[in-house]
């Protein structure tokens, strides 16, 4: 798979170093009880500098972070800067390097046909507190009674991922997971499943001791298991992970030391750097809410890192202490189009929003709005994953297929049977009244304002549609216009939920909206199937009503479940060949996630996800 | 007096309840962003959104009945056992008790330096009127108003903390709190705040003490040979104090319900502000209502202080019929 490698987008001139936090690697697939440390992830290459002789244990690395943790008790959370927290002192069966590749921490799994799957432990993981050896028993006992207890009694965010639809019974059940010896567990898919490894429910997965949960597994006691000691202070954590719990002072800062007894430094056939790891003495994360302090303190030096937004990233680019990070993330910047009954009806013709892609010039967007800091998007996945294929792909808003004449043509013909047509250059409905459009964005995301107004001009200019801009809170917009339900009294033919309360001409959001840049779409770049629910009549999130023409769905469905690698690549690029085609959204942009590191701070690269082996990193 | 007093006393206490109970009632009917989120997220995965809310609300405790929830809080405020923060997974006494030092170390230097300073400008101004002081004064004061404690903040930060590196950027609450280290680091927050409060006190304090420095007992005072710093404290100033306590309880109760945000959130200060306003954002009922009684009971108290303290102040003012 490609890198991603010099994310200040294809359009950028600057060689950057990249990098990946795990905590964004961690909202890439949606999971958030098992991220890495916040501000602080490494690389993945075998890179001169990484195994340069220069490493050695010394410094304490301290990173901002602009929220505190919620909790340390991971089973009881949701957010990703506790995932970060814990992660610090608790790996996890395995990591996933950039080039897509698995690369085992407490075990690692192998499988015959992609259905069952035996995980093995490595035999040197000590739990603390007592609790004597991990070994498989904790994970099948804390799996059954926890994960997949009926009800969840220990609201465990992730419990979902643990079940799945049997096909022999039509329902969703808990997938079936038994103890094979004392160091070994399998699972046993109902179906093939080649991407379960790279799957949240095993990535990073954590574990608990027996004799904790024992607690309160048999009275399901959920106050108890929330407040207990040991899972809140980090007690058990052992040879676990990297560093060993030494304070949290909330609002303040959350501070772990070195762990001597590191079970990685007694690996044999890893890379020789995981010898010594991890090489900081400790790490403090600094909570620091306020973005110019934040900037303050990396700029003075009092932090060792911090995330930089993309119009302050210049000025840091020409400070000597500070090294600016560019790398890529999985977030979608996107126009979402009302197709329900309280939108803009042309909106659900395909020929009308592929007109409408002519008018925003999204190399401005990259360049001017961004800074430069994004790459232009074209489909659901990021030009560098290895699942795009270019010769699939339409491109749109770029070079010769962008402007007020490709525009206008095309939508002209796209609406030639309808009410609306040209008034000169102004698109006018059967009254002969300007077409005016919403479009709705984050009050609180400034940038987002101004990418709003940007489309307005581009539409106004380009298309002849009138387009207000509109800021909503994100709480607002996901209560009113997110959420949707078919009107009392109406009896929807069918429901998925939420985010698609059913055909689209009958169950509409609260309130009626055009267009929308508020939320940013996950492209799942290592599991690309996870986002078939954008796609799909019924799909889970499908607030904005798209019924694709093409069977998108039945691509994601069959390249999931194929073992052949080269198989699976074709089928998902010929979905995002077809998803370019059929312009669900306004696909605009992807913008870099960009860190500001001390100039000292060795270890990280280029890659997208480089976080896996952060225990590495080190003062030069 | 004593009537008077036992009367406030009982009020406060129904009006804390009633605070209480419509700060709970808000919380509860109020959509909860991070549900929001844990539900798109999990749809948008390929997981059910419901489930993911039943998840959210039992590890909350939202799956039981608003009374339930509501009984089970009030017993507990009585009962001083306030609960369990969820955002901060610890006891909400705890991380009150361990936010407060953070705001009264840099609100008792502020209230003090406020009142002394703003209060001895002020009254030098009015005996000084339109004097090149008197300007001087006045302008700091309006530039103290007009300025925002936030914006203010960062600029002294990015100043004094980052271009010159006289104050440290970020606060270490690692440091000891009575040590040079502690007050080198409070310099920046104090100044912030007391540019802000010291100007109310010190325009007031000089407005007040304008209208007697005229007055005939105070040209008798004179004449009678009291020096001027009799004329100015016993004279001036006492009557003076009467209506200036208002403005000193409210720039108190400001410094603790307004600014200590600002400028805890601006500093890094782990305080009561920063404590109050994240469990608001979290929606962490219990520690939104814990907080809630701490600036209850300050701003219970402060009224309390005012009120006895006109009496004392001002032998006129008997509240014995009332």
């Known amino acids: 798979m490609a890198s991603g490698n010099d994310r200040r987008g294809t359009l950028g001139t600057a060689e950057r170093r990249g990098r990946r936090g795990r905590r964004d690697v961690l909202k890439l697939l949606g999971a958030t009880g098992v991220a890495g440390f916040a501000g602080c992830s490494g690389n993945g290459s075998d890179t001169t500098n990484t195994e340069g002789t220069d490493r050695s244990v010394g410094g304490r690395y301290v990173s901002a972070s602009s929220v505190d943790a919620q909790s340390l008790n991971w089973l009881t959370i949701a957010d990703a800067t506790s995932g970060s927290f814990v992660t610090a002192t608790l790996d996890g069966i395995w990591a996933i390097k950039p080039n897509r590749e698995i690369f085992p921490l407490w075990g690692d799994y192998s499988t015959d046909d992609g ?150 430094q007694d690996v044999e056939g890893i890379p020789e750097r995981f010898a010594e790891a991890p090489y900081f003495e400790g790490e403090t994360t600094r909570i620091i809410s306020e973005e110019s302090t934040r900037l303050g303190a990396l700029e003075s030096g009092e932090v060792d890192s911090a995330g930089i937004p993309p119009d302050k990233a210049t000025r840091f680019e020409n400070l000597s202490n500070v090294t600016v990070n560019v790398t890529p993330q999985p977030y979608l910047r996107l126009i979402v189009y009302n197709m329900r009954a309280n939108g803009w009806k042309p909106f659900r013709s395909k020929a009308v929003r592929r007109a409408l892609a002519f008018a925003v010039n999204k190399e401005t967007v990259v360049e001017n709005v961004l800074r430069g800091y994004a790459d232009v998007a074209q489909t659901m996945q990021p030009r560098w994953s290895d699942w795009y294929d270019d010769s699939r792909v339409e491109a749109f808003g770029v070079g010769d297929r962008y402007g007020p004449e490709p525009t206008r043509s095309r939508l002209e013909s796209a609406l030639s049977d309808t009410e609306y047509a040209y008034d000169g250059e102004t698109l006018v409905d059967g009254s002969g009244e300007q077409v005016t459009l919403s479009i709705y964005y984050d009050s609180g995301q400034p940038t987002e304002g101004t990418v709003a107004e940007y489309i307005a001009q581009e539409f106004g200019e380009n298309a002849g549609i009138d387009v207000q801009p509109e800021a909503v809170s994100s709480s607002t917009f996901q209560n009113n216009y997110v959420q949707t339900s078919a009107p009392e009294g109406a009896d929807p033919e069918w429901t998925a939920g ?90 605009l942009a992807l913008p870099s996630s960009i860190t500001g590191y001390a100039s000292d701070v060795r270890g990280y690269d280029e890659e997208f996800n480089t976080g896996w082996d952060s225990q590495t990193w080190y003062f030069a | 007096m004593r009537w008077y007093v036992v009367r406030r006393v009982v009020w406060a206490v129904v009006a804390t309840y009633l605070i209480l109970s419509l700060t709970w009632g808000l919380l509860a009917i109020t959509p909860n962003p991070a549900a929001e989120q844990m539900q798109f997220q999990a749809a948008a995965s390929g997981g059910s959104a419901a489930a993911a809310e039943e998840a ?85 004061a309006f530039f103290g ?10 600029i002294l930060l990015l100043v004094f903390g980052v271009q010159l590196g006289w104050f440290p950027v970020v606060f270490d609450s690692d440091i000891p709190f009575f040590s040079l280290g502690m007050a080198r680091q409070l310099v920046l927050p104090v100044v ?85 306003y994240k469990a608001i954002i979290a929606q962490d009922t219990s520690l939104v209502l814990g907080t809630t009684l701490i600036f209850t009971f300050v701003s219970v108290i402060g009224n309390l202080v005012q009120d006895v303290a006109y009496t004392v102040l001002d032998p006129r003012i008997d509240y014995g019929d009332r």
């Not at chain 1, 997965?205 to 607690?215: R, T």
């Not at chain 1, 052992?238 to 007894?261: F, I, K």
């Not at chain 1, 796609?535 to 694709?548: D, L």
């Not at chain 2, 108003?145 to 960062?154: K, M, S, T």
């Open chain 1, 498 to 587: 939420v985010f698609n309360g059913g055909p689209r001409d009958v169950a509409t959001s609260a309130e009626p909206w055009d267009m929308s840049i508020n939320l940013q779409f996950n492209t799942y770049p290592f599991t690309p199937a996870s986002s078939k629910g954008f796609f799909e009549k019924r799909g889970g999130i499908n607030f904005y009503g798209y019924y694709p023409e093409a069977n998108i769905s039945e691509l994601y469905e069959r390249a999931s479940a194929t073992t052949d690698e080269e198989r699976r690549r074709e089928l998902f690029g010929e979905a995002f060949g077809v998803i370019s085609e059929e312009q669900p959204f306004g696909f």
């Open chain 2, 192 to 276: 912030v705040l007391v540019t802000g409060t010291i100007a109310g006190v010190m325009r007031y304090s000089r407005a007040e003490a304008l209208e007697y420095v005229e007055a005939e007992f105070v040209k008798t005072a004179r004449s009678k040979g009291a020096d001027g710093y009799r004329v100015l404290t016993r004279h001036i100033l006492r009557p003076a104090a009467v209506p200036l306590m208002t403005i000193l309880v409210g720039d108190i109760l400001g410094i603790f319900l307004a600014a200590s945000y600002l400028v805890e959130v601006v500093f890094g200060i782990p305080g009561l502000g920063q404590l109050s």
């Open chain 1, 115 to 264: 259905r069952v799957y035996e995980i093995e432990l490595r035999d040197n993981l000590e739990w603390g507190a007592g609790y004597g050896r991990m070994t498989a028993e904790d994970w099948v006992y804390m799996i059954k009674n926890v994960f997949q207890a009926q009800p969840n009694w220990s609201g465990y965010p992730n419990a979902g991922d643990w079940f799945r639809v049997n096909p022999e019974s039509g329902q969703r059940e808990p997938v079936p997971v038994e103890r094979t010896g004392e160091l070994t567990f399998e699972i046993r898919l109902f179906e093939v499943d080649p991407s379960l490894p790279f799957k949240p429910m095993l990535w990073r997965q954590q574990c608990i001791p027996k004799g904790i949960l024992e607690k309160y597994v048999p009275n399901q006691d959920t106050k108890g298991l929330k407040q207990d000691e040991e899972l809140n202070t980090l007690a058990y954590t052992g040879n676990l992970g990297p560093y060993t719990y030494e304070s949290w002072e909330r609002s303040a800062r959350y501070t772990v030391t070195r762990n001597d007894d590191y079970y990685l």
């Open chain 2, 145 to 154: 108003y007009a300025i925002p404690n936030f914006w203010f903040g960062i």
């Open chain 2, 56 to 140: 959210f609300e039992a590890r909350r405790g939202l799956d039981r009945s608003p009374w339930v929830r509501y009984r089970e809080y009030m017993h507990n405020m009585v009962t001083l056992n306030w609960g369990w923060s969820q955002s901060r997974s610890q006891p909400v006494t705890t991380a009150i008790a361990n936010a407060l030092p953070y705001t009264a170390i840099y609100s008792v230097p502020t209230t003090i330096i406020s009142i002394v300073l703003g209060l001895s400008i002020g009254l030098y101004s009015a005996t000084h009127q339109y004097t090149k002081t008197d300007y001087a004064a006045t302008f700091f």
